[in-house]
């Protein structure tokens, strides 16, 4: 006999799967705070990764009854080196005082932090958990350039070499058991009659006819009349005929860029630039999360706009006065250049302590209103700020009624603010409301 | 033993299937030399990931859904990827053919030790053990777990996930102290488990609306029914109890709560076994495996692998080190099996005076003996010589809290083997070392509330996580509970009650 050897390591992974969503689920709140808190210590496109998150150790105990401390406990050890019986000894000191090990190891357990890692799917769902793209599908709509073909159920016309042959003669079947049911039925009723009748026949044979009575050849009759209609239902209708449907489904582009706008000008410290970050760092893990490639563009403009890498976007200071226009204008340009908004889902994000010169504040409204809002999904300003409202806010909200749902705008005070301000600006609204 | 010589089995560090089986079969037949009563056995490979995903599920190859799997299956993954813990090399299950998991990662040397443990150490335990044999059906066990999960999950789709979840919660809760103890349980069967949930849910529903019939009302007697408590006997099996008597439980509640039970009953001869049945297993995979070295089957570097992870698996560290967690159940179970052995076979004047019935006598039979009949607590205070207590520099302190300081009550001396025996055998009896929750009395007549009564043990209280648990019972027995603690000298005080809110049906969600 040989034992027997299985190997399972190629079977289904993930078998504890739908417990961690369980868990995942059940903590929800817990762990949708922890990531919220984790999020400000991430690079805008550093992603890769789950996230390690600790959640509070008493929310999730698992309560048994267990002894606590106090009363009288005594405990063997081992490894004595320096006692005798009858010794008396301080307390150590610690938390423990005193208590067998096995016991304060169960007091302790269970009250630290339980950290786990998420893996970046489950980490992003929590994270935009709730969250839509504003428009998307309408604005897809708009700007269909390729079209896929895709199956859609099947129909009662078309053309025979997209004739569906199972389902066809499943209806078929279908439809003449159907309508030979009544049929049947009668023509079960008259062949036990006449088999009966025919057992009695032989049995006692009238003595009058040496045939068949005419009652039995009666039922002869009517049995071979039904036959004949049973028959003549037919095999395969028209009406039974089922070809395999294909429709053509706009295929929306599955790229997207966004624009990084951020004024730089000697008003912006460091704080409200770390607060812009974030913002753009949340903007841009939305959008990977609904686009296969999400390119990102970053902007920043005091007077003049420049386009810059990353590591240069939020470093420098820059002093002097801000025109947001010279941002507005280079972006209108790069998306000319490099983003055909055919091939493009263009996104905005704008970031300003809204500081503007003057005059210039209505010039922004009408490059946004004239030539950036047309070829964007949506553009999003928030003002880090808090003091009152300035010039380029009024403007901004003439944008916002004539635009809404296409342009938002937030103020933000505080870093906290952030999430609950992008939540709002990308929540997902209720169908017809919006 | 002869020393007749075997033919090299596979050397090196990489396993194969084919190697396996070789090493198998060599160990087989020296335990059948031995003498082992094993299960036939299943080996599975699997990876590390299937190692946490059976660990979450407390080794059981199927179990139902809960969270808090899910949390244990994160935690380990957690501590195993960043290297705080490795994954224990076996998983055994008792269930007949008995499966052993051999984790991919392992060396051949490892798998070896794997399969000598667990798959004849273990093994034979599990058959041959009283309470193994008595408590659980090792033929049933996995039908029974595939049954729990099916209807579990049908009661999800039926109820909810979030009912079903609500309950098992409080299920879990109560899972140790839902374990008969001294009751032998009716052996589990799949087809039979199936066949009578049924008429058990609609029986037992009416078993307790009967219980709580309030009309006709017996004016003419009521001095007399006051005065009987509910249950007449105090009820030490939580679980079985609510099962029976809950009033507002729905059907599938009760069998939700049977599942859970029956699943920790299962469970409990594995908890009061642990020193005999790790050291067991460890004496054997030792023996084993230095039989076939001695025969010249396996290598040096083998036999150095081999013992380079017996010894730390084996290692005890004194109580001042920082790596003391308690006594090491498989140091303290392999020492003993080893000093039993040692006993049978030379003797000291010290041995034949503590353990005349032993001394001299024929290991092997003294040693069946011992793992078919004992369980941890009993097992230590029959066996465990003055030898081992002095290898093992055993002492006993006493942490009174009434009292200053601590108190060295016995040691590795003449004076003190037999207490220090006698206390090392207690911190294993499970009576003793989690607190003793019986079901004292149901408020027939009144407002229906439970008491539950804490029998306190050397004035140990409880600790906080039993405001937890109470709300869970309250939330199976549907109305209030209450929580006594009765002391040594017989004076009972109430320690909490928990009310329950009247309940209705679960508020359906506002939109």
């Given at each position: 006999?040989?034992?027997?050897?299985?190997?399972?390591?190629?079977?289904?992974k993930?078998?504890?799967?739908?417990?961690r969503?369980?868990?995942?689920?059940?903590?929800?709140?817990?762990?949708?705070?922890?990531?919220?808190?984790?999020?400000?210590?991430?690079?805008?496109?550093?992603?890769?990764?789950?996230?390690?998150?600790?959640?509070?150790?008493?929310?999730?105990?698992e309560?048994?009854?267990?002894?606590?401390?106090?009363?009288?406990?005594?405990?063997?050890?081992?490894?004595?080196?320096?006692?005798?019986?009858?010794?008396?000894?301080?307390?150590?000191?610690?938390?423990?005082?005193?208590?067998?090990?096995?016991?304060?190891?169960?007091?302790?357990?269970?009250?630290?932090?339980?950290?786990?890692?998420?893996?970046?799917d489950?980490?992003?769902?929590?994270?935009?958990?709730?969250?839509?793209?504003?428009?998307?599908?309408?604005?897809?709509?708009?700007?269909?350039?390729?079209?896929?073909?895709?199956?859609?159920?099947?129909?009662?016309?078309?053309?025979?070499?997209?004739?569906?042959?199972?389902?066809?003669?499943?209806?078929?079947?279908?439809?003449?058991?159907?309508?030979?049911?009544?049929?049947?039925?009668?023509?079960?009723?008259?062949?036990?009659?006449?088999?009966?009748?025919?057992?009695?026949?032989?049995?006692?044979?009238?003595?009058?006819?040496?045939?068949?009575?005419?009652?039995?050849?009666?039922?002869?009759?009517?049995?071979?009349?039904?036959?004949?209609?049973?028959?003549?239902?037919?095999?395969?209708?028209?009406?039974?005929?089922?070809?395999?449907?294909r429709?053509?489904?706009?295929?929306?582009?599955?790229?997207?860029?966004?624009?990084c706008?951020?004024?730089?000008?000697?008003?912006m410290?460091?704080?409200?630039?770390?607060?812009?970050?974030?913002?753009?760092?949340?903007?841009?893990?939305?959008?990977?999360?609904?686009?296969?490639?999400?390119?990102?563009?970053?902007?920043?403009?005091?007077?003049v706009?420049?386009?810059?890498?990353?590591?240069?976007?939020?470093?420098?200071?820059?002093?002097?006065?801000?025109?947001?226009?010279?941002a507005?204008?280079?972006?209108?340009?790069?998306?000319?250049?490099?983003?055909?908004?055919?091939?493009?889902?263009?996104?905005?994000?704008?970031?300003?302590?809204?500081?503007?010169?003057?005059?210039?504040?209505?010039?922004?409204?009408?490059?946004?209103?004239?030539?950036?809002?047309?070829?964007?999904?949506?553009?999003?300003?928030?003002?880090?700020?808090?003091?009152?409202?300035?010039?380029?806010?009024y403007?901004?909200?003439?944008?916002?009624?004539?635009?809404?749902?296409?342009?938002?705008?937030?103020?933000?005070?505080?870093?906290?603010?952030?999430?609950?301000?992008?939540?709002?600006?990308?929540?997902?609204?209720?169908?017809?409301?919006? | 033993?002869?020393?007749?010589?075997?033919?090299?089995?596979?050397?090196?560090?990489?396993?194969?299937?084919?190697a396996?089986?070789?090493?198998?079969?060599?160990?087989r037949?020296?335990?059948?030399?031995?003498?082992?009563?094993c299960?036939?056995?299943?080996?599975?490979?699997?990876?590390?990931?299937?190692?946490?995903d059976?660990?979450?599920?407390?080794g059981?190859?199927?179990?139902?859904?809960?969270?808090?799997?899910?949390?244990?299956?994160?935690?380990?993954?957690?501590?195993?990827?960043?290297?705080?813990?490795?994954?224990?090399?076996?998983?055994?299950?008792?269930?007949?053919?008995?499966?052993?998991?051999?984790?991919?990662?392992?060396?051949?040397?490892?798998?070896?030790?794997v399969?000598?443990?667990?798959?004849?150490?273990?093994?034979?335990?599990?058959?041959?053990?009283?309470?193994?044999?008595?408590?659980?059906?090792?033929?049933?066990?996995?039908?029974?777990?595939?049954?729990?999960?099916?209807?579990?999950?049908?009661?999800?789709?039926?109820?909810?996930?979030?009912?079903?979840?609500?309950?098992?919660?409080?299920?879990?809760?109560?899972?140790?102290?839902?374990?008969?103890?001294y009751?032998?349980?009716?052996?589990?069967?799949?087809?039979?488990?199936?066949?009578?949930?049924?008429?058990?849910?609609?029986?037992?529903?009416?078993?307790?609306?009967?219980?709580?019939?309030?009309?006709?009302?017996?004016?003419?007697?009521?001095?007399?029914?006051?005065?009987?408590?509910?249950?007449?006997e105090p009820?030490?099996?939580?679980?079985?109890?609510?099962?029976?008597?809950?009033?507002?439980?729905?059907?599938?509640?009760?069998?939700?709560?049977?599942?859970?039970?029956?699943?920790?009953?299962?469970?409990?001869p594995?908890?009061?076994?642990?020193?005999?049945?790790?050291?067991?297993?460890?004496?054997?995979?030792?023996?084993?495996?230095?039989?076939?070295?001695?025969?010249?089957?396996?290598?040096?570097?083998?036999?150095?692998?081999?013992?380079?992870?017996?010894t730390?698996?084996?290692?005890?560290?004194?109580?001042?080190?920082?790596?003391?967690?308690?006594?090491?159940?498989?140091?303290?179970?392999?020492?003993?099996?080893?000093?039993?052995?040692?006993?049978?076979?030379?003797?000291?004047?010290?041995?034949?005076?503590?353990?005349?019935?032993?001394?001299?006598?024929?290991?092997?039979?003294?040693?069946?003996?011992?793992?078919?009949?004992?369980k941890?607590?009993?097992?230590?205070?029959?066996?465990?010589?003055?030898?081992?207590?002095?290898?093992?520099?055993?002492?006993?302190?006493?942490?009174?809290?009434?009292?200053?300081?601590?108190?060295?009550?016995?040691?590795?001396?003449?004076?003190?083997?037999?207490a220090?025996?006698?206390?090392?055998?207690?911190?294993?009896?499970?009576?003793?070392?989690?607190?003793?929750?019986?079901?004292?009395?149901?408020?027939?007549?009144?407002?229906?509330?439970?008491?539950?009564?804490?029998?306190?043990?050397?004035?140990?209280?409880?600790?906080?996580?039993?405001e937890?648990?109470?709300?869970?019972?309250?939330?199976?027995?549907?109305?209030?509970?209450?929580?006594?603690?009765?002391?040594?000298?017989?004076?009972?005080?109430?320690?909490?009650?928990?009310?329950?809110?009247?309940?209705?049906?679960?508020p359906?969600?506002?939109?």
């Amino acid at each position: 006999m040989t034992v027997r050897i299985v190997d399972r390591r190629f079977d289904s992974k993930h078998k504890s799967s739908i417990n961690r969503s369980r868990f995942i689920k059940r903590f929800k709140g817990q762990i949708r705070k922890a990531v919220a808190d984790a999020i400000g210590q991430r690079g805008v496109r550093d992603l890769d990764n789950g996230e390690r998150v600790g959640i509070p150790g008493e929310d999730i105990e698992e309560p048994q009854f267990g002894h606590g401390r106090g009363g009288s406990w005594q405990t063997v050890r081992p490894g004595n080196d320096r006692f005798s019986s009858g010794d008396q000894i301080e307390r150590p000191e610690g938390g423990a005082a005193g208590r067998g090990a096995g016991l304060a190891s169960r007091d302790g357990e269970g009250l630290d932090d339980f950290v786990f890692t998420l893996t970046r799917d489950e980490f992003l769902d929590v994270f935009f958990d709730e969250l839509a793209l504003p428009n998307m599908v309408k604005r897809h709509l708009a700007r269909i350039d390729q079209y896929r073909r895709t199956r859609a159920g099947y129909t009662q016309s078309g053309v025979p070499t997209n004739l569906n042959l199972s389902r066809t003669m499943r209806g078929a079947a279908g439809r003449r058991i159907a309508i030979g049911a009544p049929y049947a039925t009668k023509l079960r009723a008259l062949e036990a009659e006449l088999r009966s009748l025919l057992l009695q026949e032989t049995t006692h044979p009238a003595p009058e006819s040496p045939g068949e009575s005419d009652h039995v050849v009666g039922l002869r009759r009517e049995i071979a009349r039904l036959r004949a209609r049973m028959e003549a239902v037919p095999f395969v209708d028209t009406f039974d005929l089922r070809y395999n449907n294909r429709i053509r489904l706009p295929q929306p582009s599955t790229q997207a860029v966004m624009f990084c706008l951020l004024d730089v000008s000697g008003s912006m410290d460091e704080g409200r630039k770390s607060i812009a970050k974030r913002f753009f760092m949340l903007l841009y893990l939305f959008l990977t999360r609904n686009y296969e490639r999400t390119e990102v563009v970053f902007i920043r403009h005091h007077t003049v706009a420049f386009e810059v890498p990353e590591d240069d976007f939020f470093s420098s200071r820059e002093t002097g006065g801000t025109v947001v226009s010279s941002a507005l204008e280079l972006m209108h340009r790069i998306i000319s250049q490099r983003y055909p908004s055919s091939l493009w889902n263009i996104y905005g994000a704008q970031a300003s302590d809204g500081d503007n010169w003057n005059d210039d504040s209505p010039l922004c409204r009408k490059i946004l209103e004239d030539s950036l809002l047309p070829l964007t999904q949506y553009f999003a300003y928030i003002e880090i700020t808090d003091g009152p409202p300035q010039n380029l806010w009024y403007e901004y909200e003439k944008v916002q009624t004539a635009q809404a749902g296409h342009f938002a705008m937030q103020r933000i005070a505080d870093i906290t603010d952030i999430y609950p301000v992008f939540r709002e600006l990308f929540k997902k609204r209720a169908t017809g409301t919006a | 033993m002869t020393l007749p010589s075997m033919q090299a089995l596979p050397s090196g560090s990489e396993w194969t299937v084919d190697a396996i089986e070789r090493y198998d079969e060599a160990i087989r037949s020296v335990a059948q030399e031995y003498g082992l009563d094993c299960y036939p056995h299943l080996l599975e490979i699997i990876s590390s990931e299937q190692m946490m995903d059976a660990y979450a599920s407390v080794g059981m190859p199927v179990y139902y859904s809960h969270w808090s799997f899910g949390k244990h299956f994160l935690s380990t993954e957690g501590r195993y990827k960043r290297g705080q813990m490795g994954l224990a090399y076996e998983i055994v299950i008792n269930s007949n053919p008995c499966i052993a998991y051999l984790m991919e990662e392992n060396t051949l040397p490892m798998q070896a030790l794997v399969i000598a443990h667990a798959a004849y150490g273990h093994n034979s335990f599990f058959k041959g053990n009283h309470l193994f044999k008595q408590w659980t059906s090792a033929d049933a066990i996995i039908d029974y777990l595939v049954f729990a999960r099916s209807y579990i999950a049908q009661c999800e789709e039926r109820h909810g996930v979030s009912a079903v979840e609500r309950t098992l919660d409080a299920c879990h809760a109560l899972i140790n102290v839902g374990v008969d103890r001294y009751k032998r349980t009716a052996k589990l069967s799949l087809s039979r488990e199936t066949e009578r949930q049924q008429a058990r849910a609609e029986y037992l529903q009416s078993q307790v609306n009967d219980l709580w019939r309030t009309l006709p009302p017996q004016l003419e007697r009521p001095q007399e029914k006051i005065a009987t408590r509910f249950p007449a006997e105090p009820e030490e099996n939580l679980l079985y109890f609510i099962e029976k008597n809950a009033p507002l439980l729905e059907p599938w509640q009760r069998e939700v709560v049977r599942v859970v039970r029956k699943i920790g009953q299962y469970f409990y001869p594995q908890r009061q076994t642990q020193v005999m049945n790790e050291g067991w297993a460890t004496f054997w995979h030792y023996t084993l495996l230095n039989t076939l070295y001695d025969r010249g089957g396996v290598s040096d570097g083998f036999m150095l692998e081999f013992l380079q992870s017996h010894t730390n698996v084996v290692y005890q560290p004194p109580y001042n080190s920082r790596h003391y967690s308690g006594v090491n159940p498989y140091a303290l179970g392999f020492a003993m099996w080893r000093d039993i052995r040692r006993i049978c076979e030379e003797p000291t004047a010290e041995d034949r005076e503590w353990f005349p019935q032993i001394a001299g006598s024929n290991w092997r039979d003294t040693f069946d003996f011992a793992m078919q009949n004992y369980k941890d607590e009993s097992f230590i205070v029959q066996y465990l010589s003055p030898r081992l207590m002095r290898d093992f520099r055993f002492f006993s302190v006493l942490d009174d809290d009434t009292r200053k300081k601590l108190r060295i009550e016995s040691i590795h001396d003449e004076s003190g083997y037999r207490a220090l025996r006698h206390q090392l055998s207690e911190q294993y009896d499970l009576g003793r070392r989690e607190p003793n929750i019986q079901v004292w009395n149901v408020d027939l007549r009144g407002d229906r509330s439970l008491t539950l009564r804490h029998y306190s043990h050397q004035r140990r209280p409880l600790d906080a996580s039993c405001e937890s648990v109470l709300e869970h019972v309250a939330y199976l027995w549907g109305f209030s509970v209450r929580l006594e603690r009765q002391n040594a000298d017989g004076s009972v005080e109430l320690v909490k009650e928990q009310k329950h809110e009247k309940r209705g049906h679960p508020p359906r969600h506002a939109t």
